[in-house]
């Protein structure tokens, strides 16, 4: 069974401060990993994705991957109260077309 | 990004009727689509993989008569709950890839409510 794990909070920072989103994923073999972004009643939006070792950074966002230690993580500079919401970790084995995997979410608040 | 529509966002349905949900791909063909449903304060669940031009696969537990995906074309797939019941209420998610390896896209979502 493959399985990813995210603490479910809820994460609560000040604003202007950085939130650290954690995920652990049971896969060895998977391949492709990435962060979603969730508003109460509303669909995912995609927010990173990172395919190999290390840093990936995309303005406030920087996703790190650890294949080794099964880990991804995604950080958030410069926090806004707009930034809360439910962060899903999603990890793709390593068949092209399957499904992802999904985290239940860690909730992100950010307090003005 | 890539567009997923899907249509309605936003269906109240008596109990024992079928509903129709559509997930369109509009800016990129996709051979794979995937459904989801979620209950309030869960994660997202499998329901089915559609493959354009054959038969879905669904989950375990998954009802697949009482959920019909048809995935006619690369640009559109169809979910119909059918004999709806009020536990069938839910929000549903299609989602899709444009190439393999890659990033999903989701539709809107449709909450369904059965009364």
């Known amino acids: 069974q493959k399985e990813v794990e995210q603490n479910s909070g809820p994460l609560s920072v000040p604003e202007g401060a950085i939130a650290s989103l954690n995920c652990t994923y049971s896969d060895r073999g998977s391949q492709s990993f990435f962060w979603y972004r969730q508003y109460s009643g509303k669909s995912p939006e995609l927010i990173m994705s990172i395919y190999s070792n290390g840093d ?39 068949s092209g077309n399957t499904p992802l995997v999904f985290g239940k979410g860690t909730r992100l608040s950010v307090i003005a | 990004g890539a567009v997923v529509s899907q249509h309605p966002s936003r269906v109240i349905c008596k109990s024992g009727t079928s509903v129709k949900i559509e997930c369109r791909s509009l800016d ?88």
């Not at chain 2, 537990?61 to 559109?76: C, M, P, Q, R, Y």
């Open chain 1, 56 to 94: 990936k950074e995309d303005g406030r966002f920087t996703a790190q991957l650890n294949k080794a230690s099964q880990y991804v993580s995604l950080l958030i500079r410069d926090s806004q109260p707009s930034d809360s919401a439910t962060y899903l970790c999603a990890v793709r084995g390593s």
């Open chain 2, 28 to 115: 990129f063909q996709a051979t794979t689509m995937f459904w989801y449903r979620q209950f309030p304060k869960q994660s997202l669940m499998l329901m089915a993989t559609s493959n354009e031009g054959s038969k879905a696969t669904y989950e375990q537990g998954v009802e697949k008569d009482k959920f019909l995906i048809n995935h006619a074309s690369l640009t559109l797939s169809t979910l119909t709950v059918t004999s709806a019941h009020p536990e069938d209420s839910s929000f549903y998610i299609c989602s899709a890839v444009r190439q393999p390896n890659t990033e999903a896209f989701f539709g809107q979502g449709t909450r369904l409510t059965v009364v």
